[in-house]
């Protein structure tokens, strides 16, 4: 098991708080694609988009039983299944989310306007054929935490230089500012690196402000990160 921030041969951990935790199951890799797992309101842990690795049900048996696997993003299967397999418990669609289940090998439960009895809230933060990105946030209003899949992250890919947090290449152009400035969060998770622990609801404004403004250094270093 790893300390807190610490790193076993199979994960590292991030974001630890009372109500949850995540881990990046591969520490090495560029993307840094994370992983984490919330308690409810009722206890159980709910699983979002895992990465499977070694002592992974360790880490989550401090938080409680698992109550079910969510997958946030259409293209986020990763591990869904194997985890929800192992528990015994479905994963978790929003309702609107299309062409997903079929390449599921797990039991499928859709949820509407909460995540079960979880306290969670779905943000409907795209939903677009051309190109294909099915996207669904998860809000706690009143824990303040606010979990984005995809459309922002820390990886390295995402930020440009002086960024704490950065919106995803592919939507700079038209940052989702509509799906997130409703919210002023205490945290924010994200899928690819480390979640954003402090000054969560200053750094979402900026970034998503500053979008297009930063878009020459976002791209410079998109290009740098894929020829290195």
């Known amino acids: 098991m790893p300390m807190k921030g610490g ?3 199979g994960y590292r951990e991030i974001d630890r708080w009372d109500r949850g935790v995540g881990w990046i199951a ?6 840094q694609r994370a992983s984490h797992a919330l308690v409810g309101d009722e206890g159980g ?3 979002v988009d ?3 690795a070694p002592d992974l049900d360790e880490l989550l048996a401090e938080f409680g039983d698992v109550a079910g696997v969510v ?3 259409d ?4 591990d869904a299944a194997t985890v929800a397999r192992r528990h015994d418990v479905p994963v978790y669609l929003p309702r609107w989310m299309s062409d997903v289940e079929r390449d599921l090998d797990a039991p499928v439960e859709r949820y509407g306007t909460e995540l079960g009895d979880s306290g969670f809230e779905p943000i409907k933060i795209r939903d677009s054929s051309l190109p294909r990105w099915q996207e669904v946030g998860l809000v706690h209003r009143v824990d303040g935490t606010l979990l984005v899949p995809e459309a922002v992250g820390t990886a390295s890919f995402f930020c440009a230089p002086g960024e704490r947090l950065g919106v995803h290449p592919v939507l700079r152009p038209i940052p989702p500012r509509r799906a997130l400035t409703r919210y002023d969060p205490d945290r924010i998770l994200v899928g690819h690196g480390a979640g954003v622990m402090n000054d969560a609801a200053v750094t979402l404004r900026r970034t998503l ?4 403004t930063n878009m020459p250094g976002a791209y410079g270093q998109m290009i740098r990160e894929l020829l290195s």
């Open 209 to 212: 402000d500053d979008a297009r």
């Open 75 to 78: 293209r986020h299967k990763r």
């Open 26 to 31: 591969y520490p090495d890799e560029q993307m």
């Open 7 to 9: 790193e076993t041969d």
């Open 45 to 47: 842990v709910w699983v």
């Open 50 to 52: 895992p990465v499977d």
């Open 71 to 73: 997958l946030g993003l």
